[in-house]
């Protein structure tokens, strides 16, 4: 079957640095999004990895380890505004074409 | 560039009836996304189109539920009857193509069932 694990909730204080992780088992794996979403609002693309390594896109990085299943999301220099869920999503084109998303992990950030 | 379009933003109804939701995609975007969103989980994909074929309707419960793109541009997606477990967020996204990762989202209608 197809699953994602991420956690549920994560803590940090304005201008740390946090990391999100996520653990993936698809028959088909094809890619790695994050997504941001504020409440109440639509989620927003905020990276891709198609392959394994670091990509960095200002304050944000993503990360992806295809032998071990595993991707991780980083946000530096966290913002009030950086409080938000956020969601990975894979894409599986195993036997279809299709986009499977976590749950979320709600970011918690104290001044 | 205009957003993806989505109405109605609200809808109330009473389970056993019908409702349905409309779509208008980013102009040029060939893929477009159904999503439900139930509050406190992630979008679960209910139907992907290609232009106007669909590319993967697994998740779409086909028994009450329904999606078109007639022309390949705009969609809408009907429910017939709902049921009290309809009641989420139904998102619709577009990209470029199936190839391109970055999906743009809608504002979502919230379905509430009574």
């Known amino acids: 079957g197809q699953s994602l694990e991420q956690p549920s909730e994560v803590t940090a204080v304005e201008g740390a640095i946090v990391q999100i992780n996520c653990t993936y088992q698809t028959s088909g794996f094809y890619g790695l999004s994050w997504y941001q979403q504020h409440d109440g609002g639509a989620p927003t693309f905020l990276s891709y990895n198609g392959l394994d390594g670091l990509e960095e896109t200002g304050r944000f990085s993503s990360f992806l380890s295809r032998s071990d299943s595993y991707g991780y999301l980083l946000l530096q220099e966290l913002q009030m505004k950086d409080s938000a869920s956020y969601f990975c999503a894979v894409r599986d084109r195993g036997r279809d074409d299709k986009i499977i998303f976590g749950k979320g992990t709600r970011l918690h950030i104290l001044p | 560039e205009a957003g993806v379009a989505q109405s109605p933003r609200y809808k109330i109804i009473e389970k056993r009836q019908s409702v349905a939701f409309w779509c208008n995609p980013i102009s040029g975007h060939a893929t477009l996304y159904w999503y439900q969103q139930i509050l406190g989980q992630g979008p679960k994909l209910l139907i992907q189109?290609?232009?106007?074929?669909?590319?993967?309707d697994s998740q779409l419960p086909k028994d009450r539920f329904s999606a078109e793109r007639l022309k390949g541009v705009d969609s809408t997606l009907k429910i017939q009857p709902a049921k009290l477990e309809d009641s989420a967020v139904y998102l619709c996204?577009?990209?470029?193509?199936?190839?391109?990762?970055?999906?743009?989202f809608g504002p979502g209608t919230r379905l509430t069932v009574l």
């Open positions: 189109f290609q232009n106007n074929g669909v590319v993967d």
């Open positions: 996204a577009s990209s470029l193509s199936r190839e391109y990762n970055e999906q743009f």
